[in-house]
């Protein structure tokens, strides 16, 4: 968890990179006791920004589930959404799909090169999704990775360009053009979740053999 957010953040913060969590795991994470963790919860939950339900499991109690509900995700902004919305359209109405095309396209190109030039250190495949979770993490994507089998799995947790990608899913293919050029060949990926289509986070299976 990052240590540099405000105390009243934390929660927020843990919920949305780690999805919903039962009472005591967050309470471990924030290295408090488990009623300051219900204190916090409980007024976020006044504040409408996280919700909670009951599971049950076995012959255990009944736990509670905490997770953020729509207003606690919007926390985290979707930079110029309406803004870029707007310029979507616009560039469908008066110049056509195929130019909208040609936008993201040279966007691609771009970004390409952008993230080409910071990953040139990296050469095994770690260093590579090591630097490519970096660059996401620091244009708002809130991102990191993990070891998986012989593989890695990148995780973003937050979409900074969500309206954009929901109006034009372009922009999500452009990603996984990006991250397949940048990555190399002999390198495949996976899309498994996708925050557009409803899922909490997006995540990527990386390796270097076919799944």
Not at 10 to 27: D, E, R, S
Request: charged share 25%.
């Amino acid at each position: 968890m990052k240590n540099n957010i405000a105390e009243t953040d934390k929660t927020v913060w843990f919920l949305k990179t780690k999805g919903p969590q039962p009472l005591a795991l967050i309470a471990e994470a924030l290295k408090i006791t488990t009623e300051g963790a219900r204190f916090q919860l409980l007024k976020l939950s006044n504040e409408g920004l996280v919700n909670a339900i009951t599971e049950s499991k076995g012959r255990g109690r009944p736990q509670q589930i905490w997770s953020l509900t729509s207003a606690g995700h919007a926390r985290f902004s979707d930079k110029h959404a309406d803004l870029t919305l707007k310029i979507i359209e616009k560039i469908r109405e008066t110049l056509g799909e195929q130019a909208l095309d040609a936008v993201i396209e040279a966007n691609t190109k771009e970004g390409i090169e952008k993230y080409s030039k910071e990953m040139e250190g990296a050469t095994d495949l770690e260093s590579k999704v090591a630097c490519l979770a970096r660059i996401r993490d620091n244009e708002g994507y809130m991102a990191e990775y993990e070891k998986e089998g012989d593989g890695f799995l990148l995780i973003e947790n937050h979409c900074p360009i969500c309206a954009a990608a929901t109006a034009c899913q372009n922009f999500c293919r452009s990603e996984l053009l990006t991250f397949q050029t940048v990555l190399g060949q002999g390198v495949y990926i996976q899309r498994l979740d996708h925050i557009v289509y409803g899922a909490r986070r997006c995540a990527y299976r990386i390796s270097e053999k076919p799944f």
